[in-house]
């Protein structure tokens, strides 16, 4: 009989062309698939609750499968991460009741963007942060991004190659936080259009930059015209925080936040 399972996964995407396996590529989920088949004696395909882009980093993923081998959490946590390169990594794996839906169970996604603001590159946070040497004014662009809270038609940070059937999107909170040379913006919501977080970043920025008033931010909202908005901002300084679900499905929430700009 065929089991139902959740997974969360850890990986930093540098070096990965996102998530969703492509042929001929490497992609995270390629590598999860391929040591989760291993483990089992037979092919495994995953859903996830979000795709990512190349370059973009995951504090938990959650992924779903469904196998009729018979392993124990145990044996596919430490299986898996055993075969799994050091950059992607399980961090928990349990037995859940077959209506769960990595994807369409969710009922909220975090997002966390890191830029460093600092004269001087990193070697150490190359890759992991966005590096802007000129000053950013972080608290200019937290006052702008408040407009974007609620329910609204994102097309203005919406990538054109997005393939969404609607733009409206529903951000339960964004808020952008000085740690000395690093500044973070979280970002909370139901779901993301293709590129939102890292557009809505990248006009943020032009803001603390003085480029823009902070007005700007609720214009371009309004005027649903991506050619408005800022560029989009790298891939490098991304990580999707993880997925909730409803309570009943016991899911683990994300770790916590542990970086500079927490909580």
Do not use: K
């Not at 540098?14 to 989760?36: D, K």
């Not at 009741?97 to 969710?106: Q, S, V």
């Not at 004269?119 to 590096?131: K, N, P, Q």
């Not at 909370?188 to 970043?201: D, E, Q, S």
């Amino acid at each position: 009989m065929s089991q139902r399972w959740a997974a969360g996964v850890e990986y930093l995407g540098s070096a990965y062309s996102g998530w969703q396996r492509l042929p001929e590529r490497s992609t995270v989920q390629g590598a999860v698939e391929a040591a989760l088949g291993t483990v089992a004696h037979q092919p495994v395909r995953v859903i996830t609750a979000g795709r990512t882009d190349a370059g973009v980093h995951a504090l938990q993923q959650v992924i779903h499968f469904d196998c009729d081998a018979a392993r124990t959490p145990y044996a596919w946590l430490l299986g898996s991460n055993s075969l799994l390169p050091p950059d992607v990594s399980l961090r928990w794996v349990m037995p859940v009741d077959e209506r769960f839906h990595a994807r369409f169970e969710a009922h909220s996604r975090e997002y966390r963007y890191l830029i460093l603001n600092q004269r001087a590159r990193s070697a150490v946070w190359g890759g992991r942060a966005t590096w802007e040497m000129r000053p950013l004014d972080a608290a200019a662009m937290h006052r702008a991004a408040q407009c974007l809270r609620g329910e609204h038609d994102f097309s203005s940070f919406r990538d054109t190659r997005c393939q969404a059937p609607s733009p409206v999107r529903r951000l339960a909170d964004i808020a952008v936080v000085r740690d000395g040379e690093m500044i973070g913006v979280s970002v909370r919501g139901n779901a993301f259009l293709h590129h939102m977080v890292r557009n809505i970043v990248g006009s943020l920025i032009d803001v603390g930059l003085g480029r823009q008033p902070e007005t700007w931010i609720a214009e371009v909202l309004a005027a649903r015209d991506r050619r408005l908005a800022g560029m989009t901002a790298a891939a490098d300084g991304l990580y999707f925080v993880g997925p909730r679900y409803p309570a009943h499905f016991a899911i683990p929430p994300p770790p916590p936040w542990p970086f500079p700009t927490g909580p």
